[in-house]
């Protein structure tokens, strides 16, 4: 009998990669709990759509990843920002 991935998890396209572990809509970063307790600035440039936009959701994964509550999520804002190393 093959092993059931769990219903969140890497296997799961849908999982927030938030604390909450629960569910994000079709399309958007984090599931609405994670992003309503995000900064209004955070979430501003979370939605540009520009060349950093990957970057910064690469920045916001990664930061959950070490355990950053959202309300102290931080992204890269600008291409100048970016080059001098900021938000990192």
């Known amino acids: 009998m093959p092993d059931n991935p769990p219903p969140h998890g890497p296997a799961d396209p849908t999982a927030c990669p938030g604390p909450c572990g629960g569910t994000r809509p079709p399309g958007k970063y984090v599931c609405p709990s994670c992003w309503h307790r995000m900064t209004l600035v955070t979430r501003a440039y ?3 759509q520009d060349d950093l936009a990957i970057e910064r959701y690469q920045q916001l ?6 355990g950053v509550p959202p309300c102290e999520i931080r992204v ?3 291409r100048w920002e970016w080059d001098r190393g900021g938000a990192r």
């Open 46 to 48: 979370l939605k540009k």
């Open 61 to 66: 994964v990664e930061q959950f990843g070490r």
């Open 76 to 78: 890269i804002r600008s």
